[in-house]
């Protein structure tokens, strides 16, 4: 069965200020296609713990596209699917939040949250954080680099579906008491504060 996890990093603590995007598709095989992209934010204004944290500079993106020139590709990617993200609704409140900045199409897809599924399964661990939750389960990557935070995801998901045992991504959820849930836009086309 194949489903997509994503991770954005952010510039600031402002919704709409994604600095980098990674997508992975995974399935039974596990990994099986990736895309990354650094994004210029439609305001320069990147915030030094934001830095601190991804290393992303306003140099590195200066001369980046802003996200409606990815927009398609993206959309073609994750219409239709089951979208995972660690943090989840982070990282769907910055696409939400994103998609309404620029007044881009609505995009169809159910999103879970690999955070309150580790929750859920492995119950045992220290904490949740993403790096704690895939290091235990054997993948070492190299955390807050967006493609490699969308890897550790998508091997979570991959780890769960062997724990559950489950014949789909809907019964997986289930199997601990969660649901996957629809994308939605709020349409406001005000910038939102994450924090």
Not at 5 to 10: G, L, W
Not at 140 to 150: K, P, T, V
Request: charged share 25%.
């Amino acid at each position: 069965m194949k489903y997509f996890a994503i991770d954005f990093e952010t510039a600031s603590r402002e919704q709409v200020s994604a600095c980098s995007l990674g997508i992975v598709s995974g399935g039974d095989e596990g990994i099986q296609d990736k895309w990354y992209e650094l994004i210029r934010p439609p305001v320069m204004d990147f915030d030094d713990g934001c830095i601190r944290i991804h290393q992303i500079h306003p140099e590195d993106v200066k001369d980046k596209p802003e996200f409606p020139s990815y927009w398609e590709e993206i959309a073609r990617l994750l219409e239709g699917q089951v979208v995972f993200a660690h943090n989840a609704p982070f990282d769907m409140g910055v696409l939400a939040g994103t998609i309404d900045y620029y007044d881009l199409p609505d995009i169809h897809f159910y999103w879970g949250d690999t955070v309150t599924l580790s929750r859920r399964l492995w119950k045992d661990m220290p904490n949740h954080r993403l790096n704690t939750v895939a290091g235990i389960l054997g993948f070492s990557f190299h955390h807050h680099q967006a493609l490699a935070d969308a890897e550790a995801c998508a091997f979570i998901v991959k780890k769960a579906l062997e724990e559950t045992k489950a014949a789909s991504l809907s019964e997986m959820m289930e199997s601990v008491g969660l649901t996957l849930h629809p994308f939605s836009i709020k349409r406001t086309h005000k910038p939102v504060s994450l924090f």
